[in-house]
């Protein structure tokens, strides 16, 4: 990718269990963002966190982010099937300009 | 936030032709970018499009083949030229405030026979 990488590069879980993925990076940046991508479908912004911050929540998702190791994790806590699609992390680094880990493909079974 | 809208959703173009994907926000972003991404894969940041001049292209892609316009703070168009079946893939833009939130089209599914 042109920033950064993902893993696992895929995952597949039960209903209710928790899911974690990482996205590690490779300059230093002024946010990070993660996305979600149902099959087929559209991105859906699902959190943004900056470079000062450390730990952001939304709902059922925790976002971590620790820029001494370039790296940053998401957390779905109690997952749902409907919570089947690819995750993104997209970081900033300069212009404003997004660029794109290669994705963690996410499969809760029921 | 921000609704963006692409035209076409998709399209079976033929080999040598050119397609011209339009993009709309319903509000004023600072920001717009395109974006590719082929089937099962990530994005990849094609070029930034600049209000009122020459968008910045990413490494790996050039003016001639990807010719963007971008001539208010609301619309852009990314033109596909010359097309073989390796340009086959999905492009999306996308719109944003600098700094914050991104958001993102519906995307073009673009075949090339």
């Given at each position: 990718s042109q920033q950064g990488e993902e893993d696992p590069q895929a995952l597949s879980i039960q209903e209710g269990e928790n899911a974690t993925m990482n996205c590690s990076y490779k300059t230093s940046i002024n946010n990070l963002q993660w996305y979600r991508q149902n099959s087929g479908r559209g991105l859906v912004h699902l959190i943004l966190i900056r470079s000062n911050e450390r730990e952001k929540h939304s709902g059922r998702l925790r976002v971590t982010l620790d820029t001494s190791k370039k790296s940053s994790s998401l957390l779905i806590t109690a997952?749902?099937?409907?919570?089947t699609a690819s995750y993104f992390c997209a970081t900033d680094?300069?212009?404003?300009k997004f660029y794109f880990g290669s994705g963690t493909k996410l499969n809760v079974k029921p | 936030s921000a609704v963006i809208s692409q035209k076409p959703s998709r399209d079976i173009c033929q080999r040598g032709t050119s397609l011209t994907i339009q993009c709309q926000v319903d509000s004023q972003v600072t920001m717009m970018f395109w974006y590719r991404q082929q089937p099962g894969q990530s994005l990849t940041l094609i070029a930034t499009a600049n209000q009122g001049s020459e968008a910045t292209y990413e490494s790996g892609f050039v003016i001639d083949k990807f010719p963007i316009s971008r001539p208010n703070l609301t619309f852009s168009t990314l033109t596909v030229s010359n097309?073989?079946?390796?340009?086959?893939s999905i492009y999306l833009c996308s719109g944003g405030q600098g700094n914050h939130e991104q958001y993102f089209g519906p995307g073009t599914r673009l075949t090339v026979t």
């Open positions: 997952s749902r099937a409907a919570d680094a300069w212009f404003n | 097309m073989s079946p390796e340009d086959s």
